[in-house]
């Protein structure tokens, strides 16, 4: 039959399995919305801004495992996209992302919505492509989600002329259209010598200790870590990235490690004789002081990508390969450990140094605590970045994968409502929280219209210390206490915005006033803001200067 390109489009993204598509329609974009204008297949959510849809399709990503699609137009709604994919990016996670270009007669003349958006995505995609014939698009969609998702996910950028949407064609329907690339082989599993050193490492260890990142979460390895810990009776950290994968009520879990993780898990680090690392990056967060981080481990370092083994510090054992997999393998060569006095000293780091809730007034801590308690622990919990993101990560209980979202290695302020709109659409009947700081919010607050537009049952938990806090706290503790530009003031009535686009609203300025604020939001089947007025004073403990080993821990200021 003969499609136009950008009908073709349409037909190749089903094939792929996608459902829902996040975008912005614009002029190099009119031919894809038009063949839209029929699809009955493929839901598409407009925001209000291609950031906005970014995020969303980021959020849709990491909340079902699926790859995320993203629509936007040539010029600034292409640009628009760049923050959502250097985001996506830092963080592994599968996007795939279409942008119109101009016609391919104009290309190069600084046309009007011109620009080249391969060069300025290179060093933040894992591939991009300006497509030149209408027959070549199946195999470049095709292939653009392949790479998106094998190996380490990450975004893929497809630039498509306009004209070449408006392009008749034949097509036909194809399992494989380019074999030669679809058929390489991805690394698996590690050479079996480098499995006998790892196992044999383990089994002599005393102390050994399990560092989980994001990849575990990636490769849908959280069952075969279970094993493997409960295996060794090993204690178990893991990174922001890596929140979830590993039930944080476990006896075995010490909670997150690094710039704001637990003492027992940074005295864990510090003290253990075996490190295993399993999909994590190692970065400046949590290996601060390198010359001191893990002193007395041999590092086994467990990764898909190679480019990360030995990145950051050093490494004894690396295995390179499909995380599932090689803990597969090494759950066959390690022998089963007793409890033992490791653990019981792990156990009195954890009773000795408690996440204590010593905050100024309203806490964040007895907020998430309760909301957890009233979630029953079920939802999925979205951050921006800043003071919020590391309380939503220390104070909520997560037991399953994929229920934090949150930006990691870029650290996106403005992410969070984006990322929580996609995984509404991704877990319908899903309660998707938003944690979020007053300077965050603000920064993509045009988003509460496509909440208001689907009625998405997104609750926008607002902690409002009319302050940039994470900003104001390192002045506070680096700079003197001189406050610049971090103190916002009562600028904005949040609850008077919510009502704006006709979002139910709540104010909480004591404890008291915590749980039935809760309750009602989360009784609501729609988009609600909770605003917790909390003071400027709050910090983020316990915490690790920058560049200071991981065991010099500020536990009080």
Known sequence: MKLNGAQLILRCLKEQGVDTVFGYPGGAVIPLYDALYDEKEIVHVITAHEQGASHAADGYARATGKVGVVFATSGPGATN??????????????????????ARPLLGRDSFQEVNITSITASITKKNYQVKSVEELPGVIQEAFYIAKEGRPGPVLV???????????????????????????????????????????INSSRQPMIYAGGGVIISGACRELLEFAERLNAPVTTS????????????????????????????????????????ARFSDRV??????????????????????IGKNVRVDVPLLGDLKNVLGELLGRVEKKPFCEWNEQIDKWKEEFPLRDDHKDLSPQFI?????????????????????????????????????????GL????????????????????KIINVA??????????????LSRYKCPVIQLVFNNHAL???????????????????????????????????????????????????????????????CVIHEENMVLPMVAPGAPINEIIYEF
Not at 82 to 93: L, M, P, Q, R
Not at 176 to 201: F, H, M, S, T, V
Not at 294 to 300: D, E, G, L, M, Y
Not at 440 to 448: A, D, G, T
């Open 81 to 102: 996209t760049v923050t959502g994919i250097a985001t996506a990016f830092g963080d592994s996670v599968p996007l795939v992302v279409i942008t119109g270009q101009v």
């Open 437 to 450: 700081g007053d300077g965050s919010f603000k920064m993509n607050c045009n988003e509460l219209a496509t």
């Open 287 to 308: 290996a601060s002081h390198i010359d001191s981080f893990a002193p007395n481990a041999k590092i086994i370092h467990v990764d898909i990508d190679a480019a990360e």
């Open 159 to 201: 630039d498509i002329p306009k004209d070449i949407q408006l392009t008749e064609t034949e097509y036909s329907p194809s399992v494989n259209r380019n074999p030669e690339y679809l058929c390489a082989a991805d690394i698996k599993l590690p050479d079996e010598a480098g499995l006998e050193k790892a196992a044999a490492l």
């Open 411 to 430: 650290g996106t302020m403005g992410y969070g409502l984006g990322a929580a709109i996609g995984a509404s659409f991704g877990n319908t009947g899903r």
């Open 368 to 408: 998430l605590n309760k909301l957890y308690e009233l979630s029953e622990g079920q939802a999925i919990i979205a951050t921006e970045v800043g003071q919020n993101q590391m309380w939503a990560a220390q104070y909520y209980t997560y037991t399953v994968p994929r229920t934090f979202i949150s930006s990691g």
């Open 469 to 531: 806090g994470m900003v104001r706290q390192w002045q506070e503790m680096f700079c003197h206490g001189r406050f610049s530009f971090t103190l916002l003031g009562d600028e904005v009535d949040f609850i008077k915005l919510g009502e704006a686009y006709g979002i139910k609203g709540v104010r909480v300025e004591k404890e008291e006033q915590v749980e039935e604020a809760l309750r009602y939001a989360l009784s609501l089947n729609e988009p609600v803001i909770v605003e």
């Open 240 to 279: 922001l990235m890596g929140t979830g994968a590993f039930s944080n009520d476990h006896p075995l879990f010490t909670g997150m490690v690094g710039m704001h993780g637990s003492h027992c898990s940074n005295y864990g680090i510090t003290h253990c004789d075996v490190l295993i690392a399993l999909g």
